[in-house]
Each structure stands twice: as C-alpha cells, then as structure tokens.
C-alpha cells in the first residue's frame, strides 16, 4: 500500500500495519507515519489515534481545528492568505465570506473560525 501525504510518497510500511495498536481501520495510516518519520499526524477522527498507540512513535496528533489554529497563531499574515485565497477560488458561484466561514465552522473548525472572525 501507498499513501500520499503533502510533501511526500510514504511507502514499504505493510510491515507495521499489524503491530500498531490504534483503531484497526486507521492502523495503515500510524504505519505509514511511523515509516515516514511524521512527527504529527492531522485526522479527523483523533479518537482512533489515542496516546498510548501514538506515543512510542513519539507521534503527536492533532485536530484540524487545532492544526490550523496553530499555523494562525505562528503564521497569521501567510494562513489568512491561505483561507482567504481559498475564499476567493470559490468562484461558480461565488459565496460570501460569512457563508463561507460557517462552512468551515460545519466542518468542525470552530475555534479556527471565532479566532479569524477576531482578527476581521
């Protein structure tokens, strides 16, 4: 199996697919981070990645919502032009901004959304 993440192909962890100790459905993916070297791992499902499964692998895992409420707080002026730039893709048919944040807001990423409505 293979799986694609952001910057790389992670390949040759069937091995580990069977020792992780996560949800069963979810193992292939702690494996692949396991073999990719992954510091963090992002899923929206975090209950099927507890600590205990993680921690051996020094693995942190987060929330999207977390995630990306952290790269705001590092990097506010590039992860506002990130979602603004998302914003404005969405062109056929456009959606204003209010839609568009209680979109993301429907997607879980709560606390995303109050800190950016702060900055606006």
């Given at each position: ?7 790389a192909m992670v390949e040759g962890f069937d091995d580990l697919t069977d020792s992780m100790t996560n ?75 209010d839609e568009y944040l209680e979109g993301l807001e429907a997607c879980g990423l709560n606390i995303l ?8």
């Amino acid at each position: 199996m293979q799986l694609s993440f952001p910057t790389a192909m992670v390949e040759g962890f069937d091995d580990l697919t069977d020792s992780m100790t996560n949800d069963p459905k979810d193992r292939h993916v702690l494996a692949a981070a396991v073999r990719g070297i992954a510091e963090l791992i992002v899923p929206s499902n975090v209950k099927d990645f507890p600590r205990a499964a993680c921690a051996p692998y020094d693995i942190d895992v987060r929330t999207p919502d977390d995630f990306l409420t952290d790269q705001l707080d590092l990097y506010p002026t590039k992860t506002l032009k990130v979602l603004n730039d998302a914003h404005l893709s969405l062109i056929n048919p456009p959606i204003p901004r209010d839609e568009y944040l209680e979109g993301l807001e429907a997607c879980g990423l709560n606390i995303l959304v109050s800190t950016v409505r702060s900055l606006l």
